[in-house]
């Protein structure tokens, strides 16, 4: 009898724990999230809008987001990296046309479309984001809105 409960518990734990506050994830979802990154742990969804699913996961050693629509369709995938790890054409444009600036924080940003280098800057009180291209064409500047300038800062950092 014992033995059941105990059953009967963990059963509880692990169905509001796949629930996620009450959002059920599609099966969809996670069946294209599972075939896209098999080597995944730790995985936890959240909703981000009305047609589109976030997965927070670690793998190798990193911790990733990646968004899916309703439907499965992956649509990006970010992940945080090291300045050192920043190409040197990408590096070249931060130095001339943003000359002064520090790097706050620095991610990857994968699409269909392919890879942006993704960047929160910042100069006295001036916070921008920065995306550019991997042979350092910026697609887009603009000023940081506050709530990313709360969440700007990078544990991964590194002085280089």
Not at 53 to 66: C, D, P, T
Not at 107 to 131: C, H, L, N, P
């Amino acid at each position: 009898m014992k033995n059941l409960f105990l059953i009967a518990i963990i059963a509880i734990f692990s169905l509001s724990a796949c629930a996620q506050e009450g959002k059920e994830v599609p099966a969809k979802v996670t069946s294209a999230f599972s075939q896209k990154f098999p080597d995944a742990k730790k995985v936890s969804w959240d909703r981000e809008n009305s047609h589109e699913w976030e997965a927070v996961f670690k793998m190798n050693g990193k911790e990733y987001s990646a968004n899916f629509d309703n439907n499965g369709k992956w649509m990006e995938t970010e992940y945080v990296i090291k300045k050192s790890m920043i190409p040197a054409p990408v590096k070249a444009t931060l130095d001339k046309e943003f000359a002064g600036y520090d790097i706050e924080e620095a991610e990857i940003s994968e699409t269909g479309d392919g890879k942006v280098f993704e960047f929160q800057i910042e100069k006295g009180d001036k916070d921008m984001e920065v995306a550019i291209t991997p042979n350092g064409k910026v697609l887009k500047k603009e000023e940081a809105k506050d709530e990313d300038r709360e969440n700007g800062e990078n544990d991964e950092d590194d002085e280089d």
